[in-house]
């Protein structure tokens, strides 16, 4: 069993910047590729960014150039810069890991909102 704790969400004006931790805990060997996604209200959780366990990385198109997702694998933690926030960023953010041996793990996720 793996557990995923994100942390650094909160409310910041929009152009700000923020940074989301996510922390994995448990059998960690059995975690391959890592993920943010993120979900408003009335909406579906939506991918944000991925990374490998190697560190390549992908983006949501609307993400690009503003998100950026790194991971520190002695560390177990997988993390989301975020600049230039929009109102529109606002959502809860979630980390997902990808399980080599059964379903993913997601983690309780962490609320952000930008002020306009």
């Known amino acids: 069993q793996v557990q995923l704790v994100e942390s650094g969400g909160g409310l910041v004006q929009a152009g700000g910047s923020l940074r989301l931790s996510c922390a994995a805990s448990g059998s960690i060997f059995s975690i391959n590729n890592m993920a943010w996604y993120r979900q408003a209200p009335g909406k579906p959780r939506d991918l944000v960014a991925t990374?490998?366990?190697?560190?390549?990385?992908n983006y949501a198109d609307s993400m690009k150039g503003r998100f950026t997702i790194s991971r520190d694998n002695a560390k177990n933690t997988v993390y989301l810069q975020m600049n230039s926030l929009k109102p529109e960023d606002t959502a809860v953010y979630y980390c997902?890991?990808?399980?080599?041996?059964?379903?993913?793990?997601w983690g309780q996720g962490t609320q952000v909102t930008i002020s306009s």
């Open positions: 997902r890991a990808e399980n080599l041996l059964g379903p993913d793990y």
């Open positions: 990374i490998t366990r190697n560190g390549n990385t």
